[in-house]
């Protein structure tokens, strides 16, 4: 008897467990629940923490028991009353009862509803389909059971359906909104992705040259000068910036151009680096000089292994103030050195990415509002089939006498319970008065 028992209830196990794992996992992506445990002590303190999906998932899993038993069930019952009355609630049992029976017979199919991993504080990530199945399928079942009943219990007409199309349409339409606000989530990530690149390549570039100005400080043996030191310092700072994700860029990426020139240093000012900036200057000014022609035009030493003109996307912005300390349109110079042009670059992309990842963060936590209408929208499409499920069953048609079959029932058994209730009262009472002071 225990293995039918197992073998009968060991679908639905698997169905709500799998679900559970599915809203412990929206869940914990929209911030409202966590798979992390804490263990105390007798005098209150931590001895242990550790993460356990599967625990958390329990608490769902209880509550879609608890709603399958005591909601769904009964739901069913009284919707198939509604339309067949007694056959009608036992092919709803029926119907319920399905899982349990193919799995007895063996014609239920190995579905593996829990997921393969689990995602911790996964911002976005929805679980499997196969987990987000039951949910939909119990959300339809409902929607289907209450519109019956509010159809009978109402003695509505085809009326309700005209007015409950209005929310069918407007709920589908609703839906497309879903795919247009995906290009803009799209969008967003290709942004990140390509402005994320952009800073690695400028990171990369910025190293190589300042690699190359090291070897000519050792040549000329002025290691000791301020920004031969930075040269060889910040290359553990542009290898971060190289090989960092977006988030971890914009955490720790450049604020101003000071996180750059004295990446190890607090407190300093725009001053400190002009040091620094005069160095670099001079080195450019010797390895590709720029002749003046006239008050207007200069000509810019040609193109070599040394002097280069920087790629036009590491020069978005201008170098800093003040005005005049190097030539504004040094993205059209050749240097052997564009650090007065890719600095301020990488500090305007870590801005550039701290928005664009903002809004990533933002379009993933908005992709569980969307597991959740999906789950309402189950609803509506439930009510949708109950309003053909009655017109099937003909209930504008029957007589007044077989409408509000539902709450004619309630009040027969309201009526019986308060029946049995005065009874036993009365019984009660005439003991008491045939035996008054003994112990009953």
């Excluded at 007895?104 to 987000?132: C, D, K, Q, R």
């Excluded at 860029?249 to 101003?256: N, R």
């Excluded at 002009?274 to 035009?297: D, H, M, W």
């Excluded at 990488?346 to 597991?371: A, C, M, P, T, Y």
Aim: hydrophobic share 45%; charged share 20%.
């Amino acid at each position: 008897m225990y293995i039918v028992i197992n073998e009968f209830i060991k679908p639905y196990i698997q169905m709500f467990y799998g679900a559970a794992y599915n809203i412990q996992q929206s869940l914990e992506g929209y911030g409202l629940s966590s798979s992390n445990f804490l263990e105390f002590d007798g005098s209150g303190k931590i001895v242990e923490s550790y993460w356990s999906p599967a625990q958390a998932a329990l608490v769902p899993a209880f509550f879609m028991t608890a709603y399958f038993v005591f909601v769904l069930l009964p739901l069913a019952l009284s919707a198939g009353y509604v339309l067949n009355r007694r056959k009608g609630a036992i092919f709803s049992l029926g119907i319920l009862m399905l899982p349990g029976i193919l799995n007895l017979i063996g014609w239920w199919p190995s579905i593996n509803f829990a997921p393969e991993e689990f995602t911790i504080s996964g911002a976005g990530v929805m679980g499997e389909a196969f987990g987000y199945l039951p949910l939909l399928i119990v959300g339809l079942i409902t929607g289907w059971c209450i519109t019956v009943i509010i159809y009978d219990s109402f003695s509505l007409s085809d009326k309700f359906r005209n007015v409950y199309d209005h929310l069918w349409y407007c709920s589908a339409i609703a839906a497309g909104l879903f795919f247009i606000a995906d290009s803009s989530v799209n969008k967003h990530n290709q942004d990140l992705a390509m402005e994320s690149e952009f800073s690695k390549q400028a990171s990369a570039y910025l190293a190589r040259q300042l690699r190359d100005y090291h070897r000519f400080c050792i040549e000329k043996d002025i290691t000791d000068s301020d920004s031969c030191a930075w040269a060889s310092n910040v290359q553990q700072t542009l290898t971060d910036y190289i090989y960092s994700d977006p988030v971890i860029f914009v955490e720790f990426g450049p604020k101003e151009t000071s996180d750059i020139y004295f990446p190890f240093l607090n407190g300093v000012n725009s001053k400190d680096a002009l040091k620094i900036r005069g160095e670099i200057r001079a080195y450019n000014e010797l390895k590709c000089p720029v002749r003046q022609l006239s008050f207007t035009s200069r000509q810019y030493s040609k193109s070599s292994t040394v002097c280069e003109r920087a790629p036009a996307n590491f020069c978005r912005s201008f170098p800093e103030p003040p005005k005049g300390f190097v030539n504004e349109s040094i993205a059209l110079q050749t240097v052997a050195l564009a650090s007065e042009c890719i600095v301020p670059t990488l500090v305007r992309s870590r801005s550039i990415q701290e928005g664009l990842v903002s809004k990533v963060k933002s379009d993933l936590r908005n992709r569980h509002f969307k597991w959740l209408y999906f789950l309402l929208f189950s609803l509506v499409a439930g009510g949708k089939i109950a309003n053909a499920t009655t017109k099937l069953a003909s209930l504008d048609t029957r007589p007044a006498s077989e409408r509000r079959r539902l709450v004619k029932l309630v009040v027969q058994v309201v009526k019986w319970s308060l029946a049995v209730m005065c009874t036993l009262v009365r019984l009660a009472s005439n003991l008491i008065r045939r035996f008054p002071g003994q112990d009953l």
